[in-house]
């Protein structure tokens, strides 16, 4: 029996939520708080090295969560999220093309297609969580739905940020295609200053509404490892 708590507590939001925008963190803090989509027990997060075996004890583990899904099915505030995240994003994306994965990071790739290519289903591609999540993979056809032409820009959209490998992976799911990625959207990340130098490693510009900074460890010194709680690996359910 997993022991998962809800973390409503603004003290705590407090400590781990600070918006990327001064201005915002407030607000954030608030709609994180009164939401519980924190959760509190023991996670594990995989990189690309780790899952494939080459450094299992490399993993990042945390004592917090932050579950999107649970915020993003409210679609009022998915969509307010979204054109915060676009104006934050200093960049008119009007017209582009909008690429997700098909796990949490769907509800904000919607909204966001939604507000830059109204009425039209066509903006946005779905990518198949094998692409994104899993070492299996069908290489000939990673998306879900929709179509990247050659030379189309698109704005790459996930929901949150931890090691980087998924956000890798959409934008090379764009580059196979011979697309252009104009902009990575997303709603949190670890650690922002180290989220720009990745994507600017990868040659693209990127936007993010929120630092989640909760600690996360590798196995060997996890303190939640030390209390002998087994760790969840969120997956597409749990992101």
């Known amino acids: 029996m997993f022991d998962i708590r809800h973390v409503k507590d603004f003290e705590t ?4 939520v600070r918006a990327t925008d ?10 994180i708080a009164n939401s519980g989509v924190i959760l509190d027990y023991h996670f594990s997060h995989y990189d690309e090295g780790s899952i494939l075996g080459a450094n299992p004890d490399m993993t990042q583990h945390s004592q917090y969560l932050l579950r999107f899904r649970a915020l ?27 690429l997700c994965p098909e796990t949490a990071g769907f509800f904000l790739g919607h909204s966001v297609s939604e507000i830059i ?18 070492v299996v993979r069908n290489f000939n056809e990673p998306l879900r739905s ?14 949150v940020d931890h090691t980087g490998s998924s956000l890798e992976k959409l934008i090379n799911i764009v580059r ?11 709603f949190a990340t670890w650690d922002y200053e180290d ?10 510009t990127g936007f993010a509404l929120i630092e989640f900074r909760a600690e996360h460890w590798t196995k060997d010194v996890c303190p939640v490892c030390s209390r002998g709680n087994d760790d969840l690996m969120p997956a597409s359910d749990w992101s």
């Open 13 to 16: 939001v407090q400590r781990l």
């Open 22 to 31: 001064a201005s915002r963190t407030e607000m954030m803090q608030r709609i």
């Open 72 to 98: 993003g099915r409210e679609r009022f505030i998915c969509w307010e999220m979204a054109k915060i995240i676009l104006a934050g994003s200093g960049m008119k994306l009007d017209g582009h093309k909008v």
């Open 117 to 134: 290519q109204p009425n039209n289903r066509a903006g946005l591609i779905i990518a198949k969580v094998s692409e994104v999540h899993r």
């Open 146 to 159: 929709g179509e990247i032409r050659p030379g189309e820009e698109v704005v790459v959209v996930n929901d």
């Open 176 to 186: 196979r295609f011979n697309g252009r990625v104009s902009k990575v959207l997303v």
């Open 195 to 204: 989220f720009q130098k990745r994507m600017s490693s990868l040659e693209v």
